[in-house]
């Protein structure tokens, strides 16, 4: 099983509201990571966690709370934010957080934030 | 720090037609070169990638790529392209060694691939 696997696909919320993206590998990898693609744009790292643990946060403000329960989830939790957080949110996994791990990706949810 | 400069934004071709996507990379640090594949509505996927040995190298649908050190380029290829291969290409570089952002994938801005009939 290769796949990672992201909840909802779709994701429209008002700036008030509290809301939670899911990921999902069972492909036994202990890195994953949060990714945001505007459009027509390359993906930006927001976070990283190796072995449940977070070790990058690309300067992402707070409104964004990444969680890694176990080695197979990971979760993106989402409170006040703005229009302009709208974008295609993907996660990705790899075996471990090397220059040479290939990072396999989920398929994204979608953000629209009115 | 690591940038890929991707040197076509959009590029149409006709079906069987051969295509090059360009790439060129900056670093001051060794690097591994990938090339990632995103189809609509869909993450991306990686296509092939360049760790060590021969600069040449292949993926299963038909793609090529050469590791060009001297010019820091590693450029996609296809001889014949399909219908099916319309899509967008990212280019992306990680460092082989140690840093603070070591594992960090740095991408191109994309290069979207049109295949007309």
């Known amino acids: 099983d290769t796949e990672v696997t992201q909840t909802p696909k779709h994701l429209v919320m008002g700036m008030t509201n509290k809301k939670s993206l899911k990921c999902e590998q069972h492909m036994g990898h202990r890195a994953m990571y949060w990714y945001k693609q505007k459009a027509k744009k390359p993906p930006e790292l927001m976070f990283v966690y190796s072995y449940e643990k977070l070790s990058i946060n690309e300067s992402v403000p707070s409104r964004f709370s990444p969680e890694c329960p176990n080695s197979s989830l990971l979760n993106l939790h989402l409170h006040a934010l703005q229009p302009e957080d709208s974008a295609l949110y993907l996660c990705?996994?790899?075996?471990?957080?090397?220059?040479?791990?290939?990072?396999?990706f989920g398929p994204g949810t979608r953000l629209t934030v009115t | 720090a690591q940038s890929v400069t991707q040197l076509d934004s959009q590029v149409p071709v006709f079906e069987e037609a051969p295509v090059e996507l360009r790439c060129n990379y900056s670093s001051s640090v060794s690097v591994y070169l990938f090339w990632y594949v995103q189809y609509p509505n869909q993450g991306l996927q990686l296509l092939l990638k360049y760790l060590s040995g021969s600069t040449l190298v292949e993926s299963i649908n038909g793609f090529e790529a050469e590791f060009n050190k001297s010019q820091t380029s590693f450029h996609l290829r296809k001889p014949s392209v399909h219908i099916s291969d319309t899509a967008e290409y990212f280019c992306a570089v990680s460092r082989t060694a140690g840093g603070t952002s070591y594992g960090k994938l740095t991408f191109g801005q994309g290069t979207i691939l049109t295949v007309h009939p």
């Open positions: 990705a996994s790899s075996y471990i957080v090397r220059g040479n791990s290939e990072q396999y």
